[in-house]
């Protein structure tokens, strides 16, 4: 009787559940290219269960049984409580080294190795509490942060990156001076404090191993005028008044268009990605080689095994390259 109104009831609260875990997540990060969303989405909502089945779950069971062996208390159905608390220890054990493996399996790091993840299974569980505390800091602090800004008439665009080299500080020049070319105003660059910034700095752990990024540096944020943009390891968030947040995003993904910091985010497009930054940085090369190159990777980018986004990420990037060396063939002749 019982059984299909539970089961209407399971699938609402497990689409309620993922539709929040997205929500949070492209909160923060934005639209994730390379179908990465739900991979981040999956480990977020595995991080987190993680969180509150070992400080929660787990606090209790541990208080119950304290309490049993010391005849405080007893067990209405030994048998069935008892399970549950061994499905909870099991949770708290087996859940973290899942959520690598799936990081593993998405090819979230470069290839797949069973033994790199048996190499890294100890440092899964302090990973699952980064993620976890920072997605339950993003449902407390998002929506309170969202009022906050709709109240100023600001918006919000975001420009999911990671960070590569330990390039941040390249990153975070690039911010300013785009600022101040695009505002006319000086940009002050001061550590990200409040509410936003708390979710970042909980997370920079995860971020670091899970994610590839390098960067260990607080977040930052560049502030010019009334546009503020906040700078972490996985993303750049463009915060201004409604009429110019647009803009404003277009100005720094130009500016970001080969860089030291990844615009995609699967093995595949990073190193194709990894190709225009040397192909960019290329010292003794002429015009017609340089463009040979380029050429190369143009072609390897439409036969990549890439999203469609990621595509469009690559292409928009080489289109960029094109751009460039015609703008400065032009100057050649003019001068």
Request: positive net charge; aromatic residues 6%.
């Amino acid at each position: 009787m019982l059984a299909a109104p539970l089961f209407v009831i399971s699938q609402a609260l497990g689409r309620a559940t993922s539709f929040v875990l997205g929500w949070a997540t492209s909160l923060f990060f934005g639209q994730i290219p390379g179908g990465k969303e739900r991979v981040v989405s999956m480990l977020s909502a595995i991080a987190l269960a993680w969180v509150i089945l070992t400080y929660v779950g787990g606090t209790v069971s541990a208080v119950v049984l304290i309490l049993e062996s010391l005849k405080i208390v007893t067990l209405r159905d030994p048998t069935t409580d008892d399970a549950r608390i061994q499905a909870a220890l099991i949770g708290i054990i087996a859940l973290p080294p899942i959520l690598l493996l799936v990081a593993e399996a998405s090819h979230l790091v470069p290839g797949t190795s069973a033994g790199r993840w048996l190499r890294r299974i100890p440092e899964s569980y302090p990973i699952a509490l980064s993620l976890g505390t920072g997605v339950a800091l993003m449902l407390v602090v998002g929506p309170i942060v969202l009022v906050r800004r709709w109240r100023r008439g600001l918006r919000t665009h975001h420009i999911p990156v990671l960070v590569a080299d330990g390039k941040f500080d390249t990153l975070v020049n690039d911010v300013a001076d785009e600022l101040r070319s695009c505002t006319g105003d000086d940009a002050m660059i001061t550590k990200l404090e409040g509410l936003w910034a708390l979710p970042m700095r909980a997370m920079r752990y995860a971020a670091e191993r899970l994610f590839r990024s390098v960067v260990r540096a607080e977040p930052i944020l560049i502030a010019a005028g009334a546009v503020e943009v906040a700078a972490y390891a996985m993303d750049v968030n463009v915060t201004a008044p409604a009429e110019d947040a647009y803009w404003l995003r277009a100005a720094l993904y130009k500016r970001f268009g080969v860089g030291h910091m990844h615009l995609t985010w699967s093995a595949t497009s990073q190193k194709l990605e990894r190709r225009l930054w040397e192909l960019r940085e290329a010292r003794g090369l002429t015009r017609d080689e340089r463009l040979r190159r380029l050429d190369g990777i143009a072609r390897d980018v439409d036969r990549a095994p890439v999203g469609s986004d990621e595509w469009n990420v690559l292409y928009r990037i080489v289109l960029q390259e094109r751009v460039e060396q015609s703008r400065d063939l032009r100057e050649e002749r003019t001068a």
